[in-house]
């Protein structure tokens, strides 16, 4: 067995540790990265997450067959796998060991090989939590013993396009995979237990994305308790008390994602967890043992691989920079849901702002009044921003159109550096481009009064 004494270990091969091991390899530092699953080299994202969902969403949108674009993305994420392990590996000083990490102590680390062997033991001076996290099953009867029960990752997987796809939940997955699986013909229904339709957003447009989805075939059945399940239905309650079967040959379970900490031995540290079983850290994403960090999903912020990324940002930077990041200094992030148009938003809309007291000016353009919508194919959406009275500064906008997860970038930067909305609406853009809607969007004839 190998017994490894090591200034940096990385456990998990998320976004934030990976580019944290790169950085300290490349600064001559010894470091290791353990790995659960050869299957997982890069993490999440790569391989199961944001780039195998998107080919999907994409090739389905171009009318590319659904076993087609499966064996295309399964070569996409196998390259990109092989990339990350490399990444890593190939470094002088880094080394990636396969199998399951369990601390034994604040600084101790066993790893087991898939039979539960302990198969290394490491000492490392710093350690960087990356472990990610996992989908929630709610305790639904029936649930863990359906054999067409699965989660994104297994849906990603399949061979065969489902004819009826129910999924259990509508938040970014369920909203995100109904869009997909109903561009490659299946027969999609949307379940929550909530009424309320993308609770965050105005109301203007999360009637607007309903209404959109529903016009592409998809059901929604929302404010309803899930009774049962099947190997091939969902039986709910709905929301006059009665009792519907729905038809399903898969079931995609989306009710979100826990952090991943269950089996990772804390309970024989100081590591202290939270209620949701996150790891507690600090505003520098220390843990509460000293030299032991958490990035990433696992430390229960905000689930982006984005956010992940800007994790490594902080803890290199108080390692090696400034020290001046933290995690209050991270502000107006932007999102985006990549259904079909994409819904991105940065800052504040209506419903905040109104909650918050925070006095707005209102803009509004229909997507369709864009040029490069017409181009596209695609006119659906709004647009809405908000500005602040006093200072001209963009307080917030929602963007439901084509491209719009390109577009909130240059918003989200114009809200950071605190530019001034005529600035953006006085700018020249490239034509046809979707960014040029920003010349119209802050147009006075398109402020509500
Ligand atoms: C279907 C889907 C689509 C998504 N789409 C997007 C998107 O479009 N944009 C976006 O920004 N985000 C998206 N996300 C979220 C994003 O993927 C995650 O927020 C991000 O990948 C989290 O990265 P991380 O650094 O926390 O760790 P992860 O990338 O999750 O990595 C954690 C790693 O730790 C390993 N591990 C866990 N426990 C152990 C252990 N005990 N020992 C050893 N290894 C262990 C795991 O195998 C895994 O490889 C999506 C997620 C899903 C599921
Ligand atoms: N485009 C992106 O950036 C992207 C894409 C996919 C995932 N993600 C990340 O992954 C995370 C997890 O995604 P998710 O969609 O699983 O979670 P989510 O939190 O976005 O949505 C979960 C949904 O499940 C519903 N729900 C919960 N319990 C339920 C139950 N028992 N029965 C019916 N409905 C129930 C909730 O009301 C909610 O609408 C997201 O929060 C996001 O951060 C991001």
Redesign the pocket.
């Given at each position: 067995m190998k017994k490894i004494d090591v200034k940096n270990i990385v456990?998990?091969?998320?976004?934030?540790?990976?580019t944290l091991a790169k950085f300290l390899a490349v600064k001559g530092e010894s470091v290791v990265v353990?790995?659960?699953?050869p299957r997982?080299?890069?993490?999440?994202?790569i391989?199961?997450?944001?780039?195998?969902?998107?080919f999907l969403i994409v090739n389905g949108e171009k009318g590319l067959k659904f076993t087609e674009a499966a064996e295309k993305k399964a070569m996409l994420t196998g390259n990109l796998n092989l990339k990350n392990y490399h990444m890593i590996a190939d470094e002088a000083t880094a080394e990636v060991i396969d199998?399951?990490?369990?601390f034994v102590s604040d600084h101790e680390i066993e790893?087991m090989d898939a039979e539960g062997e302990v198969i290394a033991q490491l000492i490392g001076e710093r350690i960087f939590i990356?472990?990610?996290?996992t989908?929630v099953l709610p305790p639904i009867p029936g649930l863990v013993d359906s054999r067409n029960v699965v989660?994104?990752?297994e849906l990603?997987d399949l061979k065969q396009l489902p004819e009826h796809l129910t999924i259990i939940g509508s938040g970014?997955?369920g909203l995100?995979?109904a869009s997909m699986f109903a561009s490659y013909g299946s027969k999609v229904t949307v379940l929550d237990i909530f009424d309320n339709f993308l609770p965050r957003d105005d109301e203007d447009i999360s009637k607007l994305v309903r209404s959109d989805l529903e016009s592409r075939g998809i059901i929604f059945k929302l404010g309803v308790k899930i009774d049962a399940i099947t190997d091939n239905s969902v039986e709910i309650i709905n929301k006059e008390g009665k009792k519907v079967s729905i038809l399903s040959d898969k079931i995609l379970v989306a009710t979100g994602?826990k952090p991943?900490t269950a089996?990772?031995g804390l309970e024989n540290t100081n590591i202290q967890l939270g209620q949701r079983g996150e790891i507690v850290v600090n505003d520098k994403l220390e843990t509460t043992v000293q030299n032991v960090w958490a990035?990433?999903?696992?430390h229960g912020g905000?689930?982006?691989?984005?956010?992940?990324?800007d994790?490594f940002r902080i803890v290199s930077n108080n390692l090696y920079g400034d020290g001046k990041r933290s995690l209050s200094d991270r502000k107006n992030v932007p999102t985006?849901v990549?259904i079909t148009p994409a819904l991105s938003k940065v800052g504040l809309n209506e419903k905040d702002a109104k909650a918050a007291g925070i006095d707005y000016r209102l803009f509004k353009l229909a997507a369709t009044a864009i040029p490069k919508s017409a181009v596209l194919n695609q006119s659906k959406g709004l647009l809405k921003a908000l500005v602040d009275p006093e200072t001209d500064k963009i307080l917030g906008i929602t963007i439901y159109a084509e491209e719009s997860y390109e577009t909130i970038n240059l918003i989200s930067l114009a809200i950071e550096v605190g530019l001034p909305y005529t600035l953006l609406r006085d700018k020249i853009y490239t034509h046809p481009t979707m960014t040029e809607a920003l010349n119209d969007l802050f147009a006075a004839k398109n402020e509500v009064k």
């Open positions: 456990v998990g091969f998320g976004k934030g540790g990976k353990i790995e659960q699953s997982m080299y890069g993490g999440t994202c391989n199961i997450g944001c780039i195998p969902s998107k199998g399951k990490a369990k790893v990356n472990t990610g996290a989908p989660t994104s990752t990603m970014y997955i995100e995979f994602r991943n089996g990772l990035l990433g999903d696992v905000l689930q982006f691989t984005y956010t992940s990324l994790d985006s990549f």
